[in-house]
DNA sequence: CTGAAAGCGCTTACAG
DNA sequence: CTGAAAGCGCTTACAG
C-alpha cells in the first residue's frame, strides 16, 4: 500500500505553497485564490487520488465533523429507521454518525459516552435518557451539545424529539372503547423513563375518562419476555380477564400474545391486543398488529436538525418537539367476546 | 463548556514533561516510568477528567482504531445482528465500526468509502459485494485491507465470511421434497451478487438431482415488492403452478406471502414458502416463517476477527470462511394440497 | 493573491 | 527513568 497522497504532495506537483493548496481545496476559502491556480491545485489534487486527512483538519479546527449517538440496542427495530433519519440530515452537512449501543448497562453507556468524547464527537443524540439520568446531567454540567431522543429527562436539560405518547395511548384507548371493550389493561414500560412513566398516565386518565377503572402492569423492560411475563401475571391473577390491553410498546405487544396463546387464548377474539410503536414488519405479524405508529425516521431526522442548528450557535435549550402520533387498526383488535 | 483538558495539563499538574504523562497513561509503556510518578500521572488524569484526543494519537501513529463498514441498508433486519456481531470483537480491541448505508447506489457507495478513507479507517468490512465490483477492486489495488461479509466478488480478492448458501438451499429442497412438493420454484436474488447466483445454482442443483424440473424467477432486489413482483409473475403464468417455493431472501418470501394472498390462495395450504436468512421476528410472521437460518451475529464477529488479525500482521489474502447453516422448520411449509 | 510560521494534542526515537 | 525535540497533516492569522 503507497501512501496516501498528503496536502503537500498536492501543493508540490502544483508548484504552490500548502497554504494556497490548502485555500484552493476548500470550497470556502477558494476565493481568495487566483483561478487558475486554484484549477492546478486542483488538477493536481485529482492526480494523486489526493483525500483529506480528517484527522488532521479536526485536530487542527477543532470540529471533529462527528456526532455520537447513544441507543439501547440496534436490534430493536425501532432504532434503525431513526438512525437512518439522523443520516438523513447529517450526511449532506458532511458529519457523520457514530453508533453506540448501551443495553440499558449504566457502565457501557458511560464507557460509549467516554469512547465518543475520546473521539471529539462535536455534539450526542442520546435515545438512552432516563429520568433522572447522572450521564445526561454530567452532559449538561460539562455544557455539552446534546439532544434527547424518545426519552426525555423529568428537568428538560437539553431539547428533546419525542412523539405525543399521551394522545397516542388516547388514541388507543378510544378505539379499544370504541370497540366495546370495558376491561382495559397497561402493559407498562419501565417508569423511570418518560415513556414508560408518560404513556402509563396517559391510559390512567383516558381509562378513567371514560369512567372505568385502569389496570395497570409494570414490565421490567421493553422486551417480548417482559411482555409475556406481564401478560402472564395479568391473566394468571386475580380480578377479571382484561379483554383489551393497550401495550407499552410493540415488542412487549408479542410477549403478550406469547402469553395469550400460551393459555390457550386468541388474539383478537379474546383479547385485543394494541402494541406502540408500528416497528417494521409489525403489519407482517401474526396477528397484524394494530399499533400506534411513530414516525421513527422524522424523529432522528428532526434531531439531528435541531443539533446541527445548536452547533451553528442557535440555542434551542429546553425545547421539546413533539411529533403527531397515529393509531394504525390491523388485525390485533376486534370487539371483545 | 471549559475546553478539556490536555496531556500538557495533566503533565503540568504532576510535575512530569509531557512525554512522561503520555508514557504513565499508556498502558503499553506506562512500564518504563517509576512507578511513583506513573501513580502521580494518573492521579492528575483522574482530577482534571482527562480524556485522551484520539484524533491527536491518530494523526501521530497513522491508526485510526476505527473500521469501515458499508451495508445496503440498516433497515433491512439482517443487518442489526451483523453490526452488533463486528462491534463484539472490534470494542474490546478498542475499535469503533463506522456505519455507512449505500441503499446499492453505486455513487452513495463509492462516497461513503471515500468519506471513511478520509476519516482513516484501518480497514474495511463490505457487505455490498458484487460479483464483479469495481469499488473491491479499487480497494484491492490500493492495498487496502478488507474483509468481505455475506456476498463475495467472482475473483477471490479478499477474505469472505459467508454462510454455506448451497447447504442450506439443498435442505430447504430436501424439506420440500419430503413433504411431498414435486412442483418447486425458486425466487432467486439479483444474480449479479454472489448470494443470489450461488442460491440459484444451488437451486437448480438440488432441484435437478431430484429428477425434477426446478422453475426460477429472478427478482430485480432482495425487497418485499420484488418478491411480490416475482410470485405474481410464477402465479399468473403459464405451466402449472408450483407448490413449493424457495425464496432468495425473508423479505422475498413475505412479498411471495402477499403475492399468494392476493391470488386468494393460502400458505401453507395452497403452497409453501421457504425464506432465507431467519431474520429477527421471522417466527411472529404471518404464518411463521419456515427459513434457513443464517447466524448474522457470528458472521459480523468473524469478519472482524478476521480483519483484526489482518491488521495485527497476519496475511489472510483470499480466505473464505463458510459458516454452516440450518433449517427452521416453522408454519410457512406444509405438505401439497 | 501567496508564502512562512505557528500550532492543534499527541507519540516516540534520541540523549542523558 | 525522564526530558527535549521533532513531526503526524492540516488551517489560519499575519505579512508582504
Tied chains: 1, 2.
Excluded: W
Excluded at 29 to 48: D, E, I, M, W
Excluded at 163 to 186: K, P, W, Y
Amino acid at each position: 500500500m503507497d501512501k496516501p497522497a498528503t496536502m503537500s504532495d498536492v501543493a508540490r506537483m502544483a508548484g504552490v505553497h500548502k497554504a494556497t493548496a490548502s485555500r484552493a481545496l476548500n470550497p470556502m476559502t477558494s476565493g481568495q485564490v487566483n483561478q487558475a491556480t486554484a484549477r492546478r491545485v486542483l488538477a493536481a489534487a485529482k492526480r494523486l487520488r489526493y483525500t483529506p486527512n480528517t484527522m488532521a483538519r479536526s485536530l487542527r479546527t477543532s470540529r471533529s465533523m462527528t456526532i455520537g449517538v447513544l441507543i439501547p440496542d440496534l436490534t430493536n427495530p425501532l432504532f434503525p429507521p431513526v438512525i437512518r433519519g439522523i443520516e438523513s440530515v447529517l450526511s449532506p452537512h458532511g458529519y457523520t454518525a457514530l453508533i453506540a449501543n448501551t443495553d440499558n448497562d449504566e457502565d457501557l453507556e458511560a464507557a460509549g459516552f467516554e469512547a465518543m468524547l475520546a473521539r471529539q464527537v462535536d455534539g450526542f443524540i442520546l435515545a438512552t435518557g432516563r429520568r433522572e439520568d447522572r450521564l445526561v446531567a454530567a452532559a449538561h454540567t460539562r455544557g455539552l451539545s446534546v439532544v434527547l431522543i424518545n426519552r426525555g429527562t423529568d428537568r428538560p436539560l437539553f431539547p428533546l424529539v419525542t412523539g405525543d405518547d399521551s394522545a397516542g395511548i388516547a388514541a388507543a384507548v378510544e378505539h379499544l372503547f370504541n370497540l366495546g371493550h370495558r376491561r382495559l389493561a397497561h402493559l407498562a414500560g419501565p417508569s423511570d423513563m418518560t415513556t414508560g412513566f408518560v404513556r402509563g398516565r396517559a391510559f390512567r386518565q383516558s381509562v378513567a375518562a371514560h369512567g372505568l377503572d385502569p389496570v395497570v402492569v409494570a414490565c421490567d423492560a421493553y422486551s417480548v419476555e417482559s411482555g409475556r411475563l406481564g401478560m402472564d401475571a395479568l391473566l394468571d391473577g386475580p380480578g377479571a380477564r382484561p379483554t383489551g390491553m393497550v401495550a407499552g410498546n410493540d415488542l412487549i405487544a408479542i410477549g403478550a400474545l406469547h402469553a395469550i396463546r400460551a393459555h390457550a387464548l386468541r388474539c383478537p377474539e379474546d383479547v385485543s391486543v394494541v402494541g406502540f410503536n408500528d416497528m417494521p414488519f409489525a403489519d407482517e405479524m401474526q396477528p397484524p398488529l394494530t399499533t400506534i405508529h411513530v414516525p421513527h425516521h422524522e424523529m432522528g431526522a428532526e434531531a439531528a436538525r435541531i443539533l446541527l442548528a445548536e452547533l451553528d450557535g442557535a440555542p434551542a435549550a429546553g425545547k421539546t418537539v413533539t411529533l403527531p402520533l397515529r393509531l394504525v387498526v390491523r388485525g390485533s383488535t376486534a370487539p371483545p367476546p
